[in-house]
């Protein structure tokens, strides 16, 4: 196997797969396949809609076809010269509690089938299930995937092994330690489908970096029946590397119309809000009108060209490094969604680490949620762990941020330099400037203008979250640093009292010195009178 990254941002990668009937790009789709029923073609799928790959089941193969696959070859049984990968009638494990078939059968059908991306006969765990059957289903699973190595006769295929444990996190960490140790191409999540049919996104979040911190960085992942668009961008900014849906075609069994943010019935809508070739030419009445299975043609036809676009758009905000943003717009559809969100801050130093540190844009936040994302995160721990002030600084100046970047050349800031210009050399040198800004907390002036620092923008006013956390980041920097006195600039009518109270509580109790002068009770001139007369007080002393 092959697996070239090209491109990162949070974990997702957009990456270049090798396989037998050629290279695909990462984030995949793989439209699931029934070859019983078929709303959209095969060929159609590669053709019209532009897919690459798609997933089919290898045990309804040989339940219903039999050796026709083998004759005929996989590709030209379904008539499509993409990546065809075949899952291993798991799922009927999971509805119906069993196959008639066993694991080597199913390994060898796939192998004669020529499928170019194959799974093992693995036992998924499913929801509501307690700890101890999950157990055995990862206990299952794990000898299924020993064994299979004495079955395999082809090197050609790219063999799955899958990762069981289901909510039970701790089951899920270990499922993927034991199988990474094995010769697997990609993993897969197995279990999710309950997970996201009962909206528990934020479980989804916890099973999948379960997975994903566990995982050889070199190998993809792929979770199946990944569902809606909508969370579509989650998986990928976690690191799913591929996923399989159906839900194109169920959804339009039930007359649901897909958008990238959520789902209409069809008789709910008046307009199509969507210029997808479908929807550019018909009304919802007309549709409406159609026979059964026109209708559902269409809705899984439209539904299709969503998911796809979504794609393209979650691939571009990588290569821009905006995937973050794009992922907030997607979380606000929903409230599971944002939930989820959420969750990514348990794992944001996990993250950071394989996320770019430089990106060609600047970042937007917008809330105290983006706290957690990796630019943020880097800038912390990077303070935090490399940054001491200068020896000679004796005085610690603090200064609120400004509307414009970077901060040192505002004009606000340019009154500032009056100040050290009559305080002279002799006192101006022994005071480190710092501004107190949001979301990155305490800037040094000396910093000021390294990215993203001055690369960002930001919604105001601001939240209490986020005035607490740049309240903290400063707090935390004077607890550790060894400045005799600090000097606050005090925006109150920003910050409130949170930066003020937690600067002077912290300097008490290390027992050094606190001064503040509220800039916007006062003059400007009398400000600048009042902190020449500070700095040149505590400097003189």
């Known amino acids: 196997m092959s697996f070239e990254i090209k491109n990162r941002d949070m974990l997702a990668r957009i990456g270049k797969l090798k396989t037998k009937s050629g290279t695909v790009e990462t984030p995949l789709l793989f439209p699931v396949i029934n070859p019983n029923i078929q709303l959209v073609s095969p060929r159609k799928l590669k053709e019209t809609f532009g897919f690459e790959a798609l997933i089919t089941n290898a ?3 040989k339940k219903h076809f039999q050796n026709k696959p083998i004759k005929q070859g996989l590709h030209e049984f379904l008539d499509f010269d993409g990546v065809v990968m075949t899952d291993s009638g798991a799922y009927q494990i999971l509805v119906y509690g069993g196959v008639e078939m066993n694991q080597a059968e199913i390994v060898e059908y796939q192998e004669r089938i020529g499928s170019d991306i194959a799974t093992i006969l693995d036992i998924p765990t499913g929801w509501k299930v307690t700890k101890h059957h999950a157990t055995k289903t990862v206990e299952e699973t794990l000898r299924r995937a020993k064994d299979f190595f004495k079955m395999k006769t082809r090197n050609d295929i790219l063999w ?18 034991e199988m990474s140790k094995l010769p697997f191409s990609i993993h897969a999540l197995g279990s999710p489908t309950e997970v996201m049919e009962n909206y528990r996104f934020d479980v989804l979040v916890g099973m999948i970096m379960a997975a994903k911190m566990n995982l050889p960085v070199e190998r993809p992942l792929h979770l199946f029946g990944a569902g809606h ?8 900014a976690l690191g799913c590397d591929f996923f399989d849906s159906a839900a194109y075609a169920l959804f339009a069994r039930e007359n649901r119309y897909m958008t990238e943010n959520g789902t209409w019935r069809l008789s709910e809508l008046d307009y199509f809000p969507c ?30 060209y969503v998911c796809q676009a979504e794609l393209k758009r979650i691939k571009h905000a990588i290569r821009v490094g905006r995937l973050w943003e794009h992922l907030e717009v997607r979380a606000h559809s929903h409230p599971a969604l944002f939930a989820a969100l ?33 630019e943020i995160v880097h800038y912390r721990n990077r303070m935090l762990k490399r940054y001491w002030p200068p020896e000679n600084a004796h005085v610690l100046l603090l200064v609120p941020q400004s509307r414009k970047k970077p901060f040192h050349k505002a004009q ?32 040094p002036l000396e910093l000021d203008e390294i990215y993203p620092l001055s690369q960002h923008e930001i919604a105001l006013p601001l939240d209490r979250e986020t005035v607490d956390y740049v309240a903290r980041q400063v707090s935390d920097y004077i607890k550790r640093a060894h400045y005799e006195t600090v000097v606050l600039l005090d925006d109150s009518q920003q910050w409130g009292d949170s930066v003020k109270k937690l600067c002077k509580s912290t300097c008490l109790k290390k027992g050094g010195r606190f001064e503040h002068v509220n800039i916007k009770a006062e003059r400007s001139k009398n400000i600048l009178t009042r902190l020449e007369m500070i700095l040149k007080k505590h400097l003189s002393e």
């Open 160 to 177: 799955v092994g899958p990762i069981q444990g289901g909510r039970h996190l701790d089951l899920v960490a270990n499922s993927t330690i």
């Open 412 to 443: 606000e800031f340019n009154k500032v330099r009056q100040v050290f210009q009559h305080l002279g050399e002799k006192f101006s040198g022994n005071i480190h400037v710092c501004f107190y800004a949001a979301p990155f907390g305490l800037i």
């Open 59 to 61: 045990y309804i193969l």
């Open 342 to 374: 959420k969750k990514l801050k348990n794992h944001e130093n996990f993250i950071v680490k394989y996320s770019p540190t430089v990106k060609r844009r600047g970042l937007f936040f917008f809330s105290s949620v983006g706290l957690a994302r990796p």
């Open 275 to 304: 210029p997808c070739p479908r929807c550019s030419s018909e009304t919802p009445k007309e549709v409406m009108e159609k026979a059964p299975k026109d209708r559902e043609t269409f809705l899984a036809e439209h539904n299709l």
């Open 229 to 236: 668009p909508a969370m579509f961008s989650l998986a990928v």
